[in-house]
């Protein structure tokens, strides 16, 4: 399995529009990695998507990548979920004459339970994909908590966080390599034992309460933020109890205001205490 970030951003992307802080300013200069787009990940091998943001199309095609065996959505959450008529994008064929002639090709879509309930109540998410299931371009399956999807050699297993509407996923090719993806939510999480020491686990970054490498405080200790949200330093703690071989950390929030070559110091000196974190960007492809 390779492990590709389409997307290494937030619920705020880099540069947001109308910002003129420094990291949107040198986004909009430099590009490259310096700006971000929405949260998702592609496995490559068994060639799977998790999460589609709004520039789900735009990720792909940046990429290269045009077969997608499955997707799978982690919460009904928009940064996550509004690029979903990518579906539609890849999949329609608008001018086949005559109909029985068309081009068909449908993409299978993978809900964990409680993503499919709370579509159902979100953003008109459930009516877009039964609309688009109707149309033949892709196939809606609903997975049970527990149960396990094998797609292309590799075991799927989706488990519900701590914030129970959210799910990561746990991978297991037939070779013995295990990836942990967990888009986003760890907000009072604690790794079981069934997945320390795991090869690659791809993680969200969290918030920052204090400046990473000043310590300066960034957000007031009362706000809400704190209590729905993990913080860096959570998300830490989390990172020494997995024990991944490897670990990436996206969902890099642009308010959180730090630069690439601060997250470059801060990826040293996470690594001199021994954690092997890389801060992902658009576009990091790691081997599993």
């Known amino acids: 399995m390779k492990v590709e970030i389409l997307g290494s951003g ?15 300013v ?21 060639n799977l998507l998790f999460d589609t943001p709004e520039e789900a199309r735009l990720q792909l095609e940046r990429a290269g990548i045009s077969e997608i065996a499955a997707c799978f959505y982690s919460h009904w959450h928009p940064d996550h979920t509004m690029g979903r008529r990518v579906w539609e994008t890849m999949n329609a064929d608008w001018r086949g004459w005559p109909p029985e002639a068309k081009r068909q090709t449908a993409t299978d879509v993978f809900l964990p339970a409680q993503v499919a309930e709370d579509l ?8 877009h994909l039964a609309f688009m299931e109707s149309r033949g371009w892709i196939r809606v399956h609903v ?9 292309g050699g590799v075991e ?17 090719d037939v070779d013995g390599s295990r990836l942990l993806v967990a888009p986003d939510e760890l907000n009072g999480w604690r ?28 957000i007031h200790p009362e706000h809400v933020v704190l209590r729905v949200e993990a913080t860096f330093a959570e998300t830490l703690a989390i990172v020494d109890e997995l024990a991944a ?36 960007w658009d576009g990091l492809t790691v081997d599993v």
Request: proline share 8%; charged share 30%; hydrophobic share 30%.
């Open 120 to 127: 159902r109540v979100y953003l008109g998410g459930w009516e």
């Open 156 to 172: 799927v297993r989706p488990f519900r966080l701590a914030e129970d509407y959210v799910y990561a996923f746990e991978l297991r």
């Open 10 to 24: 937030g619920a705020t992307t880099t540069p947001r529009p109308g910002c003129e802080c420094r990291v949107c």
């Open 26 to 46: 040198e986004a909009r200069e430099h590009g490259g990695r310096h700006a971000r787009t929405g949260p998702s990940t592609f496995v490559h091998g068994p």
């Open 245 to 280: 071989e490897r670990v990436v950390l996206s969902h890099i929030e642009e308010l959180d205001g730090l630069t690439v070559d601060e997250l470059g110091e801060l990826e040293r000196r996470l690594r001199a205490q021994g954690r092997p974190v890389t801060f992902a």
């Open 143 to 151: 997975v049970p908590d527990g149960e396990r999807v094998e797609v």
């Open 191 to 218: 790794p079981p034992v069934e997945l320390r020491g795991c090869d690659l686990a791809v993680l969200p970054m969290g918030v920052c309460e204090h400046h990473p490498l000043t310590g300066e405080r960034r």
